[in-house]
């Protein structure tokens, strides 16, 4: 049985525990799901994961409207990706698409959250352009203002969801100052006239991910979120709220992969005797938990920090993300070499771990990005 004294650590209470316990339980009875087709997986996770209520914590009940608990966002993106990336995936987009409606929508523009929140909606969250990755505030895509709506133009890529979310949170420049201060955030409908799918885009661990068009996309001014030109400032509270989740779930990758290696090195005999007495695999199993349990304080102290009141989480959810991720990246390596040629077999467990954790270094802000953002709060606050 896999070490999950984790639990008990300080950060966490007993909801968290037993969210912990059942959610695993549910993951060994419906996980992993065939990916052969993973439009129709993630459309079969978010159907399941809402049918059996694990989205409900994705988005603010807008009855009964309480912050959202990053505890129990990262516990769950955590078990997740233990079972199954594509799980975690579909999990996650359903809180980046509608963050933004969560915590600056109207009781009106919240009604799309009675659908994502129980997996009648998916939802997706269009930030990056082609020309504006890292660099957000130099975004290209414009809205402009036409008599009681907006006119959205450009183009969104690597967005997540892309061809299967029923509804977009967009942002594009509305010009009310140059740079970050002149981008607005707007809920998008799938089904919008001039909203297209330019293009399908394939990457090493499959998910559903496209390029957007937008052609004089007509929008009423009532899906424009918060004010005019507060788009920017909502793109950064939504990732302040889910960048610590990004580590958490590369924590489940980790986890995973320490706990695939230990079970390989106890059942694997070479040069007579089990795998795991020889002290160069022990040494490889200690730098690897490790590393679990450096890149777990981190993440669990950036939820902790949030869910307690903190107003921004910036530093430390950065590090969270940063460490949790690129640790990971190493964790799963160490298990590649353990594993031998299982570790690189097609359809393996440990070959998915390999491919699945690479993007994660590089979307909601790369490992520079956050070492940059890390220095500038370290450095201000001296
Ligand atoms: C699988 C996947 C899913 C994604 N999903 C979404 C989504 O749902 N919605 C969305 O809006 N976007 C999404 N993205 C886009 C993602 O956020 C961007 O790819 C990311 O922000 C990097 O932008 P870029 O690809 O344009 O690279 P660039 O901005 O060109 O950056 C390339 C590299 O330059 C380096 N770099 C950049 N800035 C700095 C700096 N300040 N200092 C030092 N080095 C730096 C980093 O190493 C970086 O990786 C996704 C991307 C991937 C790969």
Known sequence: MPDRSFLNWPFFEDRHRELAENLDAWC?????????DVDMACRELVAKLGRDGWLKP???????????????LCITR???ARHDGLADFAFAMQGLGTGAISLFGTRDQQRWLERT?????????AL???????????MEMTAVRDGDGYVLSGEKTWISNGGIADVYTVFARTGEAPGAKGISAFIVPAETKGLGIAERLEVIAPHPL?????????????????????GFRIAMSVLDVFRSTVGAAALGFARRALDESVRRAAE???????????QMVQGHIADMALDVDAAALLVYRAAWTKDTGAERVTREAAMAKLFATDKAQEVIDKAVQLHGGDGVRKGYIIESLYREIRALRIYEGASDVQKVVIARQVMGAS
């Open 28 to 36: 060994a009875k419906n996980l992993p799901v065939d990916h052969h």
């Open 58 to 72: 994705t988005a603010i009940d807008p009855d009964n409207p309480a912050p959202l608990d990053v505890r129990t």
């Open 78 to 80: 955590e078990t997740l």
């Open 117 to 125: 929140r129980t997996g009648q909606a998916i939802s997706a969250f």
């Open 128 to 138: 990056s352009e082609p020309r504006s990755g890292s660099d957000v505030a130099n």
């Open 210 to 230: 496209a390029r957007l068009a937008f052609d004089n996309v007509r929008v009423p001014a009532s899906v424009l979120i918060g004010k005019p030109g507060d």
């Open 268 to 278: 694997r005999k070479l040069f007579g005797a089990p795998m795991a007495e020889l």
